[in-house]
């Protein structure tokens, strides 16, 4: 699967086909002898924490981005938990009140951002 010289050709060729595989899964071109542990490492059907399956290889991908079981940090008090959880804890979270610098008033979480515009 790459450029090589036409001079080259017919010997790098008889190498490919006595050294080289093509992964039937990924279609790689992996050495014949490191095909099973490829396999193995790379294609062995694995289950995440939320209990669904996939390739070994996807694993860290799915519980980095899109695992409902990741953690995540809730932006109001910073408490790690599942992702899964995190709309209806920030839902209760966010209604929590604090009283504002400026003009005293509580002021739900959730619109402390948004409140100094509304308070001058």
Do not use: W
């Amino acid at each position: 699967k790459k450029d090589i010289p036409a001079v080259n050709f017919i010997i790098h060729e008889i190498h490919c086909r006595r050294n080289i595989e093509i992964c039937p899964y990924c279609s790689d071109s992996i050495p014949k002898s490191e095909m099973k542990n490829h396999i193995e490492s790379e294609h062995v059907q694995v289950t995440c924490k939320c209990r669904m399956k996939m390739e070994n290889s996807l694993l860290k991908d799915h519980e980095a981005s899109s695992c409902p079981l990741r953690p995540v940090l809730c932006q109001f008090c910073d408490i790690q938990l599942a992702f899964n959880k995190l709309q209806e804890h920030e839902l209760y979270c966010g209604a929590r009140t604090e009283p504002c610098g400026r003009c005293g008033r509580h002021v739900l979480l959730r619109e402390l951002q948004e409140h100094p515009r509304a308070c001058g």
